[in-house]
């Protein structure tokens, strides 16, 4: 995994230079040659079937990542998972735009793991590169389950006013949502 890889190594893959990913469409061609980029560092001994990805940040930061394989196959990573650990591991933020491709420079679809790892760290509104053209994330995850589904509920009961998705709020707060007193 890398920020930066020869598909994309100085470019700035949100449209304009400097612009924020957010603000511009993002360059789907440097995108798709980032992730043809990562293909090479594929670990895929078992499958035989290299994929690379690629996203850009709403920072304009450009992710890569790429399969690792394992000779227990249900541990192998997906080219998504070292992805999002690239993402985070430099600095986290959210995606704006996502592609990954397989060893022909084909456009492929992220599996349906990968779309929830993508959820998480893109949201509804993360472009999703697909064999069908560009969707959004929330196109290709209907009705995602996400972060504020946990925060409706905590400690087995429902939260009706509780606080922020995302936050853990304070003791007080919590023992306030389960009508409890305070400590
Ligand atoms: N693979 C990915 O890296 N991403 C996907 O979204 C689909 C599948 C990898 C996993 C495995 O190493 C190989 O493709 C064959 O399934």
Same mark, same amino acid.
């Given at each position: ?6 598909? !994309? #190594?100085? @470019?700035?893959?949100?449209?304009? /230079?400097?612009? +924020?990913? &957010?603000?511009? %469409?993002?360059?789907?061609? =440097?995108?798709? !040659? #980032?992730? @043809?980029?990562?293909?090479?560092? /594929?670990?895929? +001994?078992? &499958?035989?079937? %290299?994929?690379?990805?690629? =996203?850009?940040?709403?920072?304009? @930061? ?122």
């Amino acid at each position: 995994m890398s920020t930066t890889d020869d598909g !994309a #190594a100085g @470019r700035n893959v949100s449209g304009a /230079a400097g612009t +924020p990913a &957010s603000a511009a %469409p993002p360059d789907w061609e =440097a995108l798709r !040659a #980032a992730a @043809r980029g990562a293909l090479r560092f /594929a670990y895929a +001994p078992y &499958s035989g079937f %290299p994929v690379g990805a690629a =996203a850009v940040a709403d920072d304009g @930061r450009v992710l890569t990542g790429a399969n690792v394989e394992n000779a227990a196959y249900g541990v192998t990573l997906c080219a998504e998972c070292s992805l999002v650990s690239a993402l985070i591991m430099s600095g986290g933020g959210r995606l704006a735009a996502f592609t990954c491709t397989d060893a022909d420079g084909r456009v492929i679809m992220a599996c349906g793991r990968c779309r929830q790892l993508l959820w998480e760290h893109g949201g509804a509104e993360l472009l999703v590169d697909t064999p069908h053209g560009v969707l959004t994330m929330d196109q290709v995850l209907p009705q995602a389950f996400g972060p504020e589904n946990l925060a409706r509920v905590r400690d087995g009961r429902p939260v009706d006013d509780g606080p922020a998705a995302g936050t853990q709020g304070t003791r007080e707060t919590r023992a306030e949502a389960h009508g409890e007193e305070p400590s």
